[in-house]
């Protein structure tokens, strides 16, 4: 426990301006993030008697080791850079609203030379027309499925759609009237756009207008006696009805509104945001977050707003926000938002109204959500709590074991050895903290010198960290890790238990492998497939859980957890050696430079057989990189001809081969996280 005293500013060195404050621990890491309007008055009030400090205040100033400061000119800078950190560095005191699930959206991609319409989780993409969030992905679909009638915009595929397009043949939906089939050419891009805008119109609420032209229609083809048009047209309103049903009616002036509410105790807070648009509920969402630092209502507010407009732009940002309380500085986040969506945004509490009695029904959503929240941590809590125990007296261990690492070995008889290593904090996957290896000292199938080796590659990186730290003893505290940013480092964190897939032989191996690095505090225990059997170091018998432990399914779970991660990237890094080719082995060349090398060539047969100064034609290759390039080709192994299955014949390769593909479409990147070399 730090003394406050020992890292307080001297007086008068803290400015009396605007400006976000960090403080950081020991270890240089970031823990809390905040914002004031003059910074003197508030960094002064967390180095007062520690007795008069909140107790969650207390708790953060005793683990901070130092404070800092970035001085802004106006709050709108300051409660945007506070955004911006926290988002950043993750700070372990700061309120943090986490979603427990990843809402989905109706989506229409405008970026698309023919829009799409789908479901869409994740993060928002540019150029694409966002309606929702939905509670569920079966509400839009069938909302969709209700508006294709009206509006047959597309909702294939990519791939479907160039299926279709290069057979000249439309799919199911554009044969029975569902999609205006622009693959075949049945209607211009310019039209089919026009669908799409006239969708994303009804959506944002504009659906008067549309239903009395719709019906004006109708009634000319009624008069005209063209009463199959006049039907069909008939149909299509009773179809946007049954749509607009599926959205209650809330206020009858088509207003656009955020309404967001809060439900707390001591400990928690739930937050649940109803989406209005037209006057109907188009989304709702919510979240609950640990109240890990001394804030109010207005407070928890200010940071739910932070997150749930942080990303957003335009139109994704109200007219209104409608709140239980306003902000401590309300004009400074009226005006940040007014710049995140481009227009004068009113942020207030209802008083009276529809929009007050609305507010009622958001809070006692966020009231059964923090009730149901609690229930079901309550008893996740208490499973969780005895599966640690139970591990702690089977494996004789000090305390519970609360990060638990779990290495697995994957290849195909013998190639493309990699590993994994999954972390489980308190009973819970941290997926952010998983890694993945790839075997260096040796080749082919041997899992305990593979065992040997991770457990060993790990653990080297942690005492390094150490080092950088000056927490071990010998080490020093260099230059970089005075100049660390406070962001959590990869490999920094020891485990009270290592679990490895296997028996006897692979626990051995891990316990040699931190016998070998002077770790002596680190447990070790295998969990051998057969019969689920634990198995320690320097033990003849293993020990034997019983099948309805909550310990055992822990380890089960962790054990499982690990095999899928190492057999996912064996795969991947598999089906990338299979696709491979001799311009994947030069170095230095990208993505772009092969696209540019197989446009130039036309194929790979011909770019085999170029010169160097052929090659050195090619925009951004230069001598010495085509030099490269031929002494590749030269050296790879010839690739075996392509034979006509159907006729036996050998086909001549003028076209651009399989390996051009996936160098255009892999080009070497990966998406997981691998420990760096």
Request: charged letters at 30%.
């Amino acid at each position: 426990m730090a003394d406050p005293s020992s890292y307080r500013p001297k007086p008068g060195q803290i400015p009396d301006s605007p400006g976000v404050y960090k403080f950081r621990d020991e270890h240089r890491r970031v823990i809390y993030v905040g914002k004031a309007k003059s910074l003197r008055p508030r960094l002064s009030s967390y180095f007062q008697d520690l007795a008069n400090l909140h107790p969650r205040t207390r708790t953060m100033v005793t683990t901070a080791a130092s404070v800092e400061w970035t001085v802004v000119s106006t709050e709108v800078e300051a409660l945007q850079l506070e955004y911006s950190w926290i988002k950043e560095f993750d700070p372990r005191f700061n309120v943090k609203y986490r979603d427990d699930k990843s809402y989905p959206s109706l989506a229409v991609t405008m970026n698309e030379e023919f829009p799409r319409v789908q479901v869409m989780r994740g993060p928002k993409k540019k150029g694409v027309r966002y309606f929702g969030p939905y509670g569920h992905a079966w509400a839009i679909r069938e909302t969709v499925d209700l508006m294709l009638r009206v509006f047959p915009v597309r909702t294939c595929s990519a791939g479907v759609f160039k299926n279709a397009e290069r057979s000249g043949r439309p799919c199911l939906l554009g044969y029975i009237g569902k999609c205006a089939a622009p693959c075949v050419g049945r209607v211009t891009p310019e039209e089919h756009r026009e669908l799409a805008e006239d969708f994303c119109d009804f959506m944002a609420g504009r659906t008067g207008t549309y239903l009395k032209r719709i019906e004006q229609q109708m009634m000319i083809a009624a008069e005209d006696m063209e009463y199959e048009r006049a039907a069909r047209l008939r149909d299509d309103i009773e179809a946007l009805k049954r749509a607009l049903e599926k959205n209650a009616i809330v206020f009858n002036d088509a207003t656009d509104a955020d309404l967001i509410a809060l439900a707390e105790d001591e400990l928690e807070a739930a937050v649940q945001i109803f989406h209005v648009r037209g006057g109907r509920v188009r989304g709702q969402r919510g979240w609950v977050t640990d109240k890990v630092e001394n804030v109010d209502t207005a407070g928890l507010v200010e940071h739910a707003l932070q997150q749930l407009y942080g990303e957003e732009s335009g139109d994704a940002v109200p007219k209104e926000v409608l709140v239980p309380a306003l902000p401590e500085d309300a004009a400074a986040v009226n005006q940040w938002l007014t710049v995140r969506r481009g227009a004068n945004v009113s942020l207030r509490i209802p008083q009276r109204g529809d929009k007050k009695d609305l507010m009622a029904t958001v809070q006692r959503n966020a009231q059964q959500a923090l009730i149901l929240h609690k229930t079901k941590r309550a008893s996740d809590l208490t499973t969780r709590s005895r599966a640690l125990e139970e591990i702690a007296e089977a494996l004789g261990l000090d305390g519970a074991p609360l990060r638990i690492e779990c290495f697995d070995i994957s290849h195909l008889q013998g190639d493309d050895v990699v590993a994994s290593m999954v972390v489980f904090e308190d009973g819970l996957a941290r997926k952010s903290e998983y890694r993945r290896f790839e075997i260096k000292s040796f080749e082919g199938q041997d899992d305990v010198r593979s065992m040997h080796e991770v457990i060993g590659r790990r653990f080297r990186r942690y005492l390094q960290a150490k080092e950088k730290t000056g927490e071990w003893v010998g080490g020093e505290v260099e230059q970089e890790a005075q100049e660390d940013e406070g962001r959590p480092k990869r490999f920094a964190y020891p485990p009270q238990l290592v679990v490895v897939d296997g028996g006897q032989p692979q626990v051995a191996a891990a316990r040699r492998a931190l016998e070998e690095l002077g770790i002596d505090d680190v447990a070790v225990c295998g969990l051998a497939k057969r019969l689920e059997e634990v198995w320690l170091p320097d033990e003849d018998d293993p020990v034997v859980l019983p099948r309805s432990s909550e310990g055992l399914y822990l380890l089960q779970r962790v054990r499982d957890e690990a095999h899928r991660f190492a057999l996912t990237y064996q795969r991947n890094k598999r089906a990338k050696r299979f696709r491979s080719g001799p311009l994947d082995e030069v170095p230095g060349l990208g993505e772009t430079r092969r696209q540019a090398l197989l446009k130039h060539f036309g194929s790979v047969k011909r770019l085999r057989s170029a010169t160097i100064d052929q090659i050195c034609e090619v925009p951004g290759i230069g001598r010495k990189t085509a030099e490269t390039i031929a002494v590749a080709f030269a050296n790879a192994a010839p690739a075996a001809p392509a034979v006509n299955t159907a006729t036996g014949e050998i086909i001549e390769d003028d076209e651009p081969a399989a390996p051009a593909a996936a160098w255009s479409q892999n080009g070497g990147s990966t998406d997981e996280r691998t420990e760096p070399t």
